[in-house]
């Protein structure tokens, strides 16, 4: 069985939404609001290359397929399978060897398969969705140093509930903490 990692940038009050760009009104908090210290990002490169698959909402994607595929830093992404969940999105993805999958019990069914994990980036509905399906199996956060107040959130307040486990933890000189959370069942 495959298992699926939730990896985010995470305020300390719980907002993920738009840390590298987008609509939200302190948007590129990550790269605006705290100095960049190169080893906090180790861990998004450990992804890349140890994931197989990559998992993301519409928003996600639609936010992600017009850059990513220019990006050299994200040739493993550009190259692995990816999977977008939505029952929306009804073109055919454009991205190098994306495919649209249409429910939770898709994913779980990818899940099942062979290969590496299946990471899954940004895709806050996504990720809560995973997370009240009991999919999650992990947990990377990069926690900065900042209160947003407001946004979209990683864990939905009536919705989130459950035991992690710290497996790796790390601190760095600009106040980000890398936290990696197992799920306990």
Known sequence: MRSIIVTEFISLDGVIDSPGGGTHARAGWTFTEVPFVAEAYEIKGREQTEAGAMLMGRVSYVDFAPVWPTMAEFAEYNAMPKYVVSTT???????????????????AALRQGDGGPIIVHGSATLAQGLAAADLVDRY????????????????????????????EHEAYSNGVIKAVYDVVR
């Open 89 to 107: 999105l009804v073109e055919e993805p454009e991205w190098n060897n994306t495919s649209i999958i249409r429910s939770l019990d898709d994913v």
């Open 140 to 167: 990377h956060l990069l926690v900065f140093p900042l209160l947003l107040g407001s946004g979209k959130r990683l864990f939905a307040d009536a919705e989130s509930s459950g035991r992690l486990a710290l497996v």
